[in-house]
């Protein structure tokens, strides 16, 4: 009997060597992981299990629940229930783009070279590609916009980039927002709010009349409904409140002036 070449990892070892170098590489080079979504499979999960329950239906109505199994019934339904969270997780997931899928894909088969190998009646790879959720905080646009022209070493926390200095110094945008970035955000909304009410008050106050009046308040609630919806993003009905009572602001504004200007 031949001795086998230790030297030489079986299909097994080889398959786990290709699998730790893969995920080293992606610690090591990506931040974000990306999973397959297999959209078959996971149909194929749900009809399989529909199917067991419509059987199971059709027997209890056969025999009137005589011979009903209550603990496989409820097992099947357990696994129905689990099934569709499974498949709506990943349809709650960011799918990735064209582009980003072939690269995905591409990356894949070079890295499991025996799998391909191995898949005669499928390609391992195909499905849809989805990025697994991360802990970008959610900020609105007047954030996004200091985080982008202002500098890093600003933008960034000294907890994230302690713990994000690779992306750091690559010049990946923060996850998180910083204490200048909220400060700042929020001294611009002061300002910009305090100009919106004074700016368009000192335009009809002088020289009073009405029509400049009417025209001054009119732009100047365009501009704020205009602002608080694109700058902050807010909700519909935030800015419609918001637009609504700063447009009664404003006439109270027209209404005094045009008192004034009467007398």
Sequence with gaps: MENRDISQPNGHERTDVEL????AASLDQEEIFH????????????ARIQNKLAKIRE??????GQSCDEKSLNDVLNEYSQAIRNYDL???LKPLGEARTEERKALLRTSFPSLMSQCRWTKPFESHYYALNDSKAKVDNLRKALRHFLP??????RAERARRSREFEQGEPPHEISVVVDRLSRLIVALGGGAFLIVPMLIMAINPNQTKSLATASVGTLLF???ISLGL??????????TATYAAVMVVFVGITTTNNST
């Design 225 to 227: 409904s205009c602002a």
């Design 35 to 46: 999973v397959l979504g297999f959209e078959f499979l996971q149909r194929y999960n749900l």
């Design 233 to 242: 993003s807010s909700s519909n009905n935030e800015t419609m409140v918001s």
């Design 152 to 157: 890093r070493h600003l933008t960034y926390s």
């Design 90 to 92: 990943f349809r709650e």
């Design 20 to 23: 730790f170098r893969y995920v």
């Design 59 to 64: 027997s209890i109505h056969a025999d009137l």
